[in-house]
């Protein structure tokens, strides 16, 4: 039995310490202010008003974020971004998408029936997956935004529901145009 015992236990330290290579890991509600910080990896909810992350954000729950810069971003659930936050990274969102005055610097990847773009959000190519579990149309609201290239609908059943201040300079593809 001891054998078994030692065999195993680095194996358990080597996944513990991997485990933690977020010194953000957390449960519950995270709120930083006016903070630099390396990673957070959360389940719950994260508020973040002036707040640099350097790497990953990995969220299960809700983020909310104003005035901040974010790198890789991977969330499931729901993103409320404001005030000049800038998403530098990779984006992989499921769930709800509202943007107001937002940078995306690289294309936004998600799975959503409802994605709200407003008040000058900037943003490249946006894919939509199709969610297999439900059949619904998806929805992408632009108002006074633009998005810098193409917008896919993977399921077919998108539309774009956007005013006379928003472009989109690409193709739409999967979808249709809906003018307001």
């Not at 930083?32 to 390396?38: F, G």
């Not at 810069?69 to 659930?77: A, E, M, Q």
């Not at 579990?133 to 609908?153: A, Q």
């Amino acid at each position: 039995m001891k054998a078994i015992f030692y065999f195993t236990s680095p194996l358990l330290i080597i996944f513990i310490t991997n485990a933690n290579a977020c010194n953000n890991n957390s449960l519950g509600t995270l709120n930083l202010y006016n903070k630099n910080v390396n990673c957070i990896s959360n389940t719950g909810t994260v508020i973040l008003n002036n707040v640099t992350v350097k790497s990953n954000t990995m969220i299960v729950g809700e983020l909310t974020a104003q005035g901040s810069s974010i790198n890789d971003l991977d969330v499931t659930g729901k993103v409320d971004f404001s005030r000049n936050t800038t998403v530098i990274g990779n984006i992989n969102i499921v769930g709800e998408l509202k943007a107001s005055n937002t940078k995306f610097e690289k294309p936004i990847s998600i799975t959503s029936s409802i994605i709200e773009l407003k008040d000058g959000t900037n943003t490249n190519n946006i894919y939509i997956r199709k969610n297999n579990g439900r059949n619904y149309d998806e929805f992408i609201y632009l108002t006074n935004s633009t998005v810098n290239g193409n917008i896919t609908f993977e399921s077919g059943k998108g539309k774009v529901v956007l005013d006379s201040r928003s472009k989109i300079t690409g193709s739409l593809n999967g979808g249709a145009t809906i003018y307001r």
